[in-house]
T-cell receptor
Framework: GQSLEQPSEVTAVEGAIVQINCTYQ??????LSWYQQHDGGAPTFLSY????GLEETGRFSSFLSRSDSYGYLLLQELQMKDSASYFC???????????FGKGTTLSVSS | ETGVTQTPRHLVMGMTNKKSLKCEQH?????MYWYKQSAKKPLELMFV???????ENNSVPSRFSPECPNSSHLFLHLHTLQPEDSALYLC????????????FGPGTRLTVL
């Protein structure tokens, strides 16, 4: 089957660095996406890794290791506004839609 | 601002009611999606429309009926729902070439009494 596993909760303080891990199971893997969802809001796209390695976009970076079926989202210089749920996702086998993990709730405190 | 709008934002309905959720995208995309988000569960894909044709029906009960009259509009018709159908219903749009990047609407918070 197809599934993604990520921690349910992570806590950190402002200015810190946090890593949210995601392991997955699937065949016909295309790549791994990350989405952010604030409480009461819509999920918004953060990044996509099709190839192994690190992709950096400002304070956020995403990493993928296809051989380990593993990826992570790295958030640096944490701010209070980064408190949200973060979802990893990959396209289904037909390539027609995304399958999401259960999400990781990040709480940033001062 | 995501370019994807959904109405209504909140809906309370009885089990015998019929209602419809509406989604509109202004991004020129050719694929649209319905997802269900319940507490403590992952986003669940319900339906996929590609080029106005339904390409995926993810084992959704027939009390949910989608409609895609054109590439900019998507509806979800609801009838005889159950209390366990209470959830956030999210619409998204994207392109058939880049399934990894989807743009979500704000969702409709549905409560079934």
């Amino acid at each position: 089957g197809q599934s993604l596993e990520q921690p349910s909760e992570v806590t950190a303080v402002e200015g810190a660095i946090v890593q949210i891990n995601c392991t997955y199971q699937t065949s016909g893997f295309y790549g791994l996406s990350w989405y952010q969802q604030h409480d009461g809001g819509a999920p918004t796209f953060l990044s996509y890794n099709a190839l192994d390695g690190l992709e950096e976009t400002g304070r956020f970076s995403s990493f993928l290791s296809r051989s380990d079926s593993y990826g992570y989202l790295l958030l640096q210089e944490l701010q209070m506004k980064d408190s949200a749920s973060y979802f990893c996702a990959f396209p289904n086998q037909a390539g027609t839609a995304l399958i999401f993990g259960k999400g990781t709730t990040l709480s940033v405190s001062s | 601002e995501t370019g994807v709008t959904q109405t209504p934002r909140h809906l309370v309905m009885g089990m015998t009611n019929k209602k419809s959720l509406k989604c509109e995208q202004h991004l020129g995309h050719n694929a649209m999606y319905w997802y269900k988000q319940s507490a403590k569960k992952p986003l669940e894909l319900m339906f996929v429309y590609s080029l106005e044709e339904r390409v995926e029906n993810n084992s959704v009960p027939s009390r949910f009926s989608p409609e895609c009259p054109n590439s900019s509009h998507l509806f979800l018709h609801l009838h005889t729902l159950q209390p366990e159908d209470s959830a956030l219903y999210l619409c998204a749009s994207g392109t058939t070439r880049e399934t990894d990047t989807q743009y979500f609407g704000p969702g409709t918070r549905l409560t079934v009494l």
